[in-house]
């Protein structure tokens, strides 16, 4: 008896010894893989016209009329896209609260979207953090999405890999944690256009569609195979294994502002799945410092995007 406990007693350590090898292992590997290197195009020089408008103190704010498609049928609604200027940290990948030479300065683009579903209301916001230098993929992109069935959360961290992150009330979704390859980013292309419309992609591609998308379409987060062309102020991403379609109707000139999009895609579920285009169509613009309009008669700026 004694001899089989103590034979017992040895399996165990074994075991447990096992384990935390493993687990050593492991972490040494880790630690001294090298990082990854994100391969840089040269930066893109930053024209006295550029530095002017986007380093002036205020932000672009752009509305426009929305067509969203949803469960198979075109909502009405309202899109809004702000562009702005910031310092961002490259390491807490955050908005930097003081200057310092290790920030990373970006174009940050906040772009919204509110529209109806019979009787209740979605909203929808993308952030997308991409350096002005115009050589490597943003940094950050993040979406939420919230109707009255609950809410969704996606981030893209762009370090070593595209790190995810991903939160849903939907089962089969739920809390995800995962990397995947560096790749385009749709989400990074709308300001990669208002850097250098020119500096686009085109071709054959592999993009990660946006954030929206992929949550709203229940689609996996990875890059899908693409064409992309650009052609007097419209670029064009088209991705056959989703039969989806994108095209982005721009400004020629400086600042290269977004005049409308189309989104053709599929709409609902199952039987009642639908080909149909969304739509937006520019109605104003202001440029504003409007973190600072929070009063209630700065309500009146709403009236010049016609936003009521």
């Given at each position: 008896m004694k001899t089989i406990q103590i034979l017992s007693l040895v399996s165990i350590i074994f075991v447990l010894n096992s384990c935390k090898e493993n687990k050593s292992e492991t972490s040494d590997t880790i630690a001294i893989s090298e990082p990854k290197e994100e391969k840089q195009s040269p930066e893109t020089k930053l024209s006295k016209e550029f530095k002017d408008y986007w380093y002036n103190g205020e932000a672009e704010i752009t509305s426009y009329k929305l067509e969203q498609a949803r469960y198979g049928e075109l909502r009405e609604g309202t899109a809004v896209m702000v562009f702005v200027t910031e310092d961002f940290l490259p390491e807490q990948q955050v908005?930097?609260?003081?200057?310092?030479?290790?920030?990373?300065?970006?174009?940050?683009?906040?772009?919204?979207?509110?529209?109806?579903?019979?009787?209740?209301?979605?909203?929808?916001?993308q952030s997308?953090?991409?350096?002005?230098?115009n050589n490597q993929h943003a940094i950050k992109v993040t979406a939420s999405i919230q109707e009255w069935c609950g809410q969704v959360y996606a981030q893209l961290n762009n370090r070593d890999d595209f790190e995810i992150m991903s939160h849903s009330y939907f089962q089969g979704e739920a809390d995800q944690n995962f990397d995947i390859e560096k790749n385009w980013t749709e989400n990074e292309l709308?300001?990669?256009?208002?850097?250098?419309?020119?500096?686009?992609?085109?071709?054959?591609?592999?993009?990660?569609?946006?954030?929206?998308?992929?949550?709203l379409r229940h689609q996996p987060i990875k890059a899908y195979d693409a064409i992309a062309s650009l052609d007097n102020g419209m670029y064009t991403l088209s991705y056959p294994e989703l039969n989806r379609t994108l095209k982005i109707n721009f400004n020629n000139e400086f600042p290269f502002d977004i005049l409308g999009w189309e989104e053709t895609s599929e709409s609902g579920f199952g039987a009642s799945t639908k080909t149909?285009?969304?739509?937006?169509?520019?109605?104003?613009?202001?440029?504003s410092?409007?973190?600072?309009?929070?009063?209630?008669?700065?309500?009146?700026?709403?009236?010049?995007?016609?936003?009521?």
């Amino acid at each position: 008896m004694k001899t089989i406990q103590i034979l017992s007693l040895v399996s165990i350590i074994f075991v447990l010894n096992s384990c935390k090898e493993n687990k050593s292992e492991t972490s040494d590997t880790i630690a001294i893989s090298e990082p990854k290197e994100e391969k840089q195009s040269p930066e893109t020089k930053l024209s006295k016209e550029f530095k002017d408008y986007w380093y002036n103190g205020e932000a672009e704010i752009t509305s426009y009329k929305l067509e969203q498609a949803r469960y198979g049928e075109l909502r009405e609604g309202t899109a809004v896209m702000v562009f702005v200027t910031e310092d961002f940290l490259p390491e807490q990948q955050v908005k930097a609260d003081n200057y310092d030479e290790s920030n990373i300065p970006v174009l940050k683009l906040n772009a919204t979207k509110n529209f109806n579903t019979g009787i209740y209301p979605y909203s929808i916001m993308q952030s997308t953090f991409y350096p002005v230098a115009n050589n490597q993929h943003a940094i950050k992109v993040t979406a939420s999405i919230q109707e009255w069935c609950g809410q969704v959360y996606a981030q893209l961290n762009n370090r070593d890999d595209f790190e995810i992150m991903s939160h849903s009330y939907f089962q089969g979704e739920a809390d995800q944690n995962f990397d995947i390859e560096k790749n385009w980013t749709e989400n990074e292309l709308w300001t990669k256009l208002r850097i250098d419309p020119e500096s686009l992609p085109t071709g054959e591609l592999n993009i990660i569609p946006s954030l929206e998308y992929a949550r709203l379409r229940h689609q996996p987060i990875k890059a899908y195979d693409a064409i992309a062309s650009l052609d007097n102020g419209m670029y064009t991403l088209s991705y056959p294994e989703l039969n989806r379609t994108l095209k982005i109707n721009f400004n020629n000139e400086f600042p290269f502002d977004i005049l409308g999009w189309e989104e053709t895609s599929e709409s609902g579920f199952g039987a009642s799945t639908k080909t149909l285009t969304t739509k937006a169509t520019k109605l104003s613009s202001i440029k504003s410092a409007y973190w600072n309009k929070n009063n209630n008669a700065d309500e009146s700026l709403r009236e010049k995007l016609k936003l009521q």
